[in-house]
Each structure stands twice: as structure tokens, then as C-alpha cells.
């Protein structure tokens, strides 16, 4: 069935009129069938005819990943992300989107893992803490530092960490003094709070003492809707 | 006994919707809706959003029963971490068995927000998914 | 352990890290560190040419005098590393391997390092600190 150029896109809307939207997605041919010829669509499947749905979503739960190669990797997206804007508020927000993207997968895989006990978090409290141990010991292998409210606004939250483990290689020049490269876990703590209908914005502010030089404080401010909802659920 | 099924994102556009008839009992899993229920199915599980909606604050599981009904159709529901609404419109009760259906339909849907190129909210269009899905409704529903 | 001096050199022979650990050293304008770094470059290329023993690969290693000892040890990639230490300093060879630990961790790694440029990371001067002189 033909659509035009309906069909590069998709995010095509659903039409109620089965004449025009008939039933379910396999009648829609994949993207770019008839632009193909037979030999390109040979590449949209792996040759054992595995996909992403055999694999089990535990295999790599307790595999370890060395740090040097992900410091390598972070250092090229810092590189990378760099050369792309200008200005140290820009590249925060290039880091923050690099983690949003991870933050919105880890959440659902996370609770996936967690199995039929597995629980939505509905108050501010409880995503915190979920946060603050759950996505945190997944990711660096130990919960975050701290977690404390802020006494002038009702809507600010803070996480601390003693020595974010993205920043633990990373010397930023006395120019930009004011970039924290931990804005990459900022946009993972951020999408994880979207995901579960909590919107606000996250930003890491460093906050060096004598013996934690490389302290971390992720500032958490939400949205009026999430202060009057969470008011009204008492 | 016919069942329709829907998966709607965060920003309350379908991303993948489905429908399967009952294979227990002799059922030959091809659904039977009379003809002007059908167009009429995909209204009644997007107006039953509302009601999700108020209810998702009230209780933190993920499973929510049935959630709304119309004549003699029910909707049940399934809340996903990150809000993505799996519906399930069907005609008799059957808790169980659909609460296995959407576990095994969550696995699904994870596993396909594992793929790098596919952002929340997009449509749903691959085939496997598809057939694994109807695959799943084969063996619980 | 008592090392006095230490001197980085990037492929093509020019310093990118000078540091005094001692302060009884006499102090050189950098002019003359920078000659310095490329005169042993040169020494260490005409070394490693004259060598009597085959296949040995590199040049100059080692070089002693009453007063001091100094350690080159050069990585697969061409860059140098000098120590300078007491002559009867013993476990160089850990101190060199440390350094280059040091070098591979907080500098390699750092983004906003450009390579063959000056080292000029303040994680890497830190840890190097901590190591060789702790307190």
C-alpha cells in the first residue's frame, strides 16, 4: 500500500478509518521497502535471523565494564560534543542530552529487572531514594553520597556525590572553570525523574573541599506541578 | 471471546496497536469484533487514558486492573516505568492470564527501547515485535 | 625516595612537562629547559644509532654522576620521560612506571588535552605530588 513519503517517517499518525490505516503494522511494509532494491533489504536482517528480542535483557547485568574504556569513550563525547557549540552553557546541555537518552532506557530496565515486585514511584521522596540507590548502584557500583533538601525553596532537591566517577580522569582548564563534565549524569538523573512524570531540571555544580576536591552536588529543581501534586497526595 | 490491544506513549500517541481472538478452547485466534465495533475499539481504549491517569497517582503497581468499562467491554491496564500505557480491551474477566500477557509484552517493549535508534514515543513497526507479541496472546489469552 | 627533577619530551623532542621536587636545585629560565629537552633528544637519536649492542632498540638510558642519576624511559610512542633522582636512589624503575601510569591515566584521558601539547592538567600535577612527595 502505497502512503508517499508518509511512510519515511515514524511517526506517522493512526487514521480510525480502516480504509485508509488498515489494521495492524506488519500490512505496513518497513520503511523504505519499495525505495530498495533486493539486495540492500538483505542487510535489515542478521544472517543467524537473531534480533534484539532473543537476546535475554540479564545478560549483561553482572558483566563489568573496564574504566579506562569509558573514560576514553566519555573523553571522545566531550571532544565530540565541543567542537559542536559554543559556550560552556551549550556543552552542558550537549552532555545532559547524551545522558537523557541512557537515563530513559536504564528506568524501564531497571524495573524490568526488578520483576513482579516491582514498584512505580509516585512521591518525591521515593523516587529520590530510588535514584540515590538503585540507578546509582547500577551504574558506579555504590549509591550516591547524600541526599538532602534544600531549606529555602520547596522545590529544590540535592544529590551529592564525593567524586563523580566521569570526572575522575577529566582536568577542566582554569578557562572554563564553570563546565562540570558530571552534566552527563545530571541527564541521566533527569530522565529517570521524566520518565516517572516528575519534570524539572538537573545541573551539577562542583563544590571542591579540602578532602573531596572533585565534590559534586546534582541540584534538583522541580516543577510547581510536581509541589501541588505531591501537596495534594499528603 | 476478542481482545484489542494498544500501547500508548507519554505523550498519548499509539505507538503499536493489535488485535487477537482467544485460542483456548477451540478459539482459532482470529478476533471477532462485529464490524462497527471495531472502529469504535480505538475510542473507547484512548478515552479510557483519563481514567488511568487519575488512578496512576493512587496506587504504585504497575498491573492495574480494569480500569474502565464500556457495555460490556472492559479495559485493563499495565503502567510501564516510564509511563508508556499498554491497554487491553476484552470482553470477559481474566486477570491472570493478562497480567502474565503484559509482563511478557513489557519484556518486549524494553527490549526494543534497548535499541539505539529507537527514542520513546516512536511507532512500533517491527515485524518481529509484532510477531512476538501475537505470540505471547497465543499463549496466555 | 628522593627524586629531584622530572622532564616529559613529546615525539618530536619538545618538553611538555618540567617539575622540581627538590628546592635545593638551582633553578634554569625555561629557555634553558627547552634547550635542554631537545639536546637530549638529539643524544638519545644518535644513541640509539651507535648502539654496540644489537637489536637494543632504544638509546640512552642511563646516565650517572657523583651527584645525581638520571632514568629515560621512552614509551612505544616516542615520548620521554626523564627522572632525575639521587645517585644512590634505588627503584627507579618503579618510580618510571608509576609516572607513566600517571600520565596514561590523568592525561590521556582528559578531553581537553591536546596531544603533544604542554601538559598543563591539574589532576595529573596532583596525583604526581601525592606520589613523589607525600606529606
Known sequence: ?234 | MSFYFAIVGTKDNPIYEAEFGTSKQGGDGVARFREEQRSMNQFIVHSSLDIVEEVQWATPTMYMKCVDKFNNLQVSCFLTAGNIKFLLLHDQKADDAIRQFFTDVYDLYTKTLMNPFYEVDMRITSGVFDGKVKQAAKKYL | ?135
Open chain 1, 1 to 234: 500500500m502505497q502512503r508517499g513519503d508518509s511512510l519515511n517517517s515514524p511517526f506517522v499518525p493512526f487514521s480510525p478509518n480502516p480504509s485508509i490505516q488498515q489494521g495492524t503494522p506488519t500490512s505496513t511494509p518497513p520503511l523504505k521497502h519499495t525505495l530498495s532494491s533486493s539486495t540492500s533489504s538483505n542487510l535489515r536482517y542478521s544472517s543467524s535471523r537473531k534480533s534484539i528480542y532473543d537476546r535475554h535483557l540479564n545478560r549483561s547485568q553482572r558483566s563489568e565494564l573496564s574504566k579506562a574504556s569509558f573514560a576514553f569513550l566519555f573523553g571522545e563525547m566531550v571532544q565530540y560534543a565541543q567542537k559542536r557549540v559554543n559556550g560552556i552553557a551549550d556543552l552542558e546541555k550537549k552532555l545532559n542530552l547524551h545522558g537523557y537518552s541512557i537515563g530513559q532506557r536504564l528506568l524501564e530496565l531497571l524495573l524490568w529487572r526488578e520483576g513482579r515486585s516491582a514498584k512505580r514511584e509516585t512521591r518525591i521522596l521515593g523516587i529520590l531514594q530510588f535514584i540515590t540507590t538503585t540507578v546509582y548502584r547500577s551504574i558506579f557500583n555504590k549509591p550516591a553520597d547524600g541526599l538532602e533538601k534544600s531549606r529555602d525553596n520547596e522545590d529544590e532537591y540535592m544529590l551529592i556525590d564525593n567524586d563523580p566517577m566521569v570526572n575522575s580522569y577529566i582536568s577542566v582548564p582554569k578557562e572554563m572553570s564553570q563546565l562540570n563534565c558530571a552534566a552527563f549524569v545530571a541527564g541521566i538523573i533527569e530522565a529517570v525523574l521524566d520518565g516517572c512524570l516528575f519534570p524539572g531540571r538537573v545541573t551539577a555544580h562542583s563544590v571542591p573541599t579540602e578532602q573531596l576536591p572533585a565534590k559534586t552536588v546534582f541540584l534538583i529543581k522541580f516543577d510547581e506541578s510536581v509541589i501541588e501534586r505531591e501537596s495534594v497526595l499528603g
Open chain 3, 1 to 135: 625516595m628522593v627524586i629531584l627533577s622530572l622532564l616529559i619530551l613529546n615525539k618530536a623532542g619538545g618538553l611538555i612537562f618540567q617539575r622540581d621536587f627538590n628546592e635545593g636545585l638551582k633553578k634554569l629560565s625555561s629557555n634553558d629547559y627547552l634547550v635542554l629537552a631537545g639536546t637530549f633528544h638529539g643524544v638519545h637519536a644518535i644513541t640509539s644509532r651507535i648502539s654496540p649492542v644489537r637489536n637494543s632498540g632504544g638509546g640512552l638510558e642511563v646516565l650517572e654522576s657523583d651527584r645525581f642519576r638520571m632514568q629515560c624511559f621512552q614509551t612505544l610512542t616516542g615520548t620521554k620521560f626523564l627522572i632525575f633522582a639521587e645517585p644512590n636512589q634505588p627503584n627507579i624503575d618503579v618510580v618510571v612506571k608509576r609516572v607513566y601510569e600517571l600520565y596514561a591515566d590523568y592525561v590521556m584521558k582528559n578531553p581537553f588535552y591536546q596531544i603533544e601539547m604542554p601538559i598543563r592538567c591539574e589532576a595529573f600535577e596532583r596525583n604526581l605530588v601525592a606520589y613523589i612527595k607525600p606529606k
